[in-house]
């Protein structure tokens, strides 16, 4: 078997370190999530077309400021990053049966949502008001209910 010639160790030497590079900085953003840009609230260059239409608020362009947890429904929720159709409906379905949210951190008790995926939503993420029960009409004691 002839030996590599010098050129032919120069470029494996070369792909290997490019690979390794590659690597590293993988590593870097799975471990430093709140680095990235998309989960600064900035514009995340490497999102898709499709899935920058989903994130896109109806009022104008960008990325969507707040999800309230206790008002959005199975779109609004699939639309956050790292939550697909199967995690937004246990979400919901969490919601149903245990009530709504009081705060953020309360998402964590979600089977599938751990502490990295909670820390990319959590600048997404609110909880806003729980919804208002309506209110019943008073008696008066001089004549009929207020409207």
């Known amino acids: 078997m002839p030996a590599w010639t010098p050129a032919e160790r120069r470029g494996a030497l070369l792909v290997a370190l490019l690979l390794s590079l590659g690597a590293a900085r993988d590593l870097w953003r799975a471990t430093h999530p709140r680095m990235t840009p998309a989960c600064q609230g900035a514009a995340d260059r490497s999102v898709g077309p499709a899935e920058s239409a989903a994130v896109a608020s109806p009022g104008g362009g960008g990325v969507a400021a707040n999800v309230d947890l206790n008002q959005a ?75």
């Open 73 to 147: 429904g199975l779109a609004e929720l699939d639309a956050l990053p790292g939550i697909g159709p199967v995690l937004a409906g246990r979400i919901l379905r969490h919601r149903n049966a245990h009530g709504p949210f009081r705060e953020p951190e309360d998402l964590l008790a979600v089977p599938g949502i751990g502490p990295r995926l909670f820390e990319r939503l959590r600048p997404r993420i609110r909880v806003g008001a729980r919804p208002a029960a309506k209110a019943l009409p008073v008696a008066r004691p001089d004549g009929p209910p207020a409207p």
